[in-house]
């Protein structure tokens, strides 16, 4: 819905626009303003799209506010309106974009004809943009698939020169736009194989595999600063990585190493696919990369017989005296999603822990033990905070969240943390949908007590006081509730309405200023399309209603 700001120091004339644009059927929020400043006060807590300003005011003129319109919303549209020619002033204007000039003895038809045929302007302007946008990724897509097959001239030793390219295949375009990694630096390659990956498998399902393993590789080094590029050919992939700003290539090493197992776990749950990785031990040239890519390829060739390798981390079989079971970034995100309630992330991340959990053998196993404990803090934590103590279920209640003693095997204790998870997020959803039924009551009896005030029952004022998005809120409400919020504005106007025709004390015009109608026409306008018949039908209606009882 677009929203409309009409500014002009004579009320009549803003009363009468108002009136004729609520009787046009535009599809607009409209607010008024009487002065430049006052005007200005709406645009800094508002966007407009479309301002209809007079171009003669006391104060602040049409063309300073036209200034500071642009200057804090470029995209807006300026209409001006005169009551005469103002030659150096309309000059002035007619220079700047996204500016018409009307004069007010051409009509308020005119203006609302403009003002339509701008709203259509802006839409087509912004499908425009949208084609473009849609030209650009499409311009991207080609720059990948050419980067691929560069790439791959340059590892199979077809080409010794990894050169970027731009939309034309031709050599020279910025290495650090599209390519996502300097290739002037050094990468630090990971390679991966898919084992039996394309075996029966079509195209696009191939592709759509190849898509999210690539995602779930980001999503869980999204939080360091590394670069990264991904390219594969057939069951070969490859992902080439680089550290940005501070970040040195040991520590990078280590962020990668440290996911390996997670990422891994992650695909084979989401996908299927079992991954052997192979992860170079240090930085190198691009143009080392040739030699590189095959000897790690030969490294996970000599263990292809046990899927799921992770070549040059064998230590995370058993942790070392310094390691812990459960990597601190991964019980970090956990808590993380936990707090926030992200439930597609926190059940991915407790799959992940309660996975390395479950596999453990022995109950006196201390990692496992520092990994049980850890996993208990992070639950006491949220269930402290809201205070559900006497709703988590848990074997042995909270204190079985302070000891395993109460486990036969790790299995059944991570088990038991995927079932309080799950619980949790069953809690917060109910929450949840009590919160919605409150910001329903909120919003109706709102509309309800400031019906008599427009600016107080649009959508904009509405995201205010309860503190959403206005798109969002739409949504929101239409969804708990099966109706607009246009739907339940127009019906508290008619039950207030009836209940005001039924007292009989009333005049029509009184109804109409209490239901935030700008004259006694609009108020019988709209009384009739919703109920069928005018206010004063209704009042003799129940008039005979009563004589005949």
Known sequence: MRRILMVDDEAIIVKGMLSVMEKSGLDAEVYSALSGPEALEILSQKRMDIVVSDMAMPGMDGLELMRHIHAQWPECRVIFLSGHSEFDMIYQAIQGEAVTFLLKTEGFDRIIATIRDTMEKMERQERNQALEGELIRQQKFTRLLLRREALTSFLQGRSMVLSPVDPDGNP??????????????????????????????????FHEKLLTMDRIFRSYLCTYPIRMTFWNHHEDILWLLQPSGELEGNRCHLYVREHMELIQRAVER??????????????????????????LRCRISQGVGVPGMIALQPERQRPTASASLLPDSLLGRLRSAMEHMNRTEMEKLLADATGILGQCRDMDDPYAQEAFMRLSGIFLAYINRWKLHGKVQFPGGLAGLTSSRGFSSWRQAADAFMDLGHLLISLHEGDEGNRSAAIVYQIRDHMARHLASPDEVTLSRLAEITYFNPAYLSRLYHQVTGETLSDTLSRLRVEKANDMLAGGECRIGDIAQALGFSSS?????????MTGKAPQEYRDQLARSSLDT
């Open 521 to 529: 026409a609009n108020f019988t306008r709209f009384y009739r399309k």
């Open 172 to 205: 020279g375009a910025d290495p650090d736009g599209d390519i996502e990694i300097n290739m002037k630096a050094p990468v630090l390659p990971l390679y991966a194989y898919w084992d039996g990956g394309t075996l029966g498998l079509g195209l696009t399902e």
């Open 270 to 295: 989401e996908t299927g696919a079992i991954l052997d990785f192979a992860l170079h031990p240090s930085m190198i040239d691009m143009q080392e990369l040739p030699g590189v890519y095959q000897e």
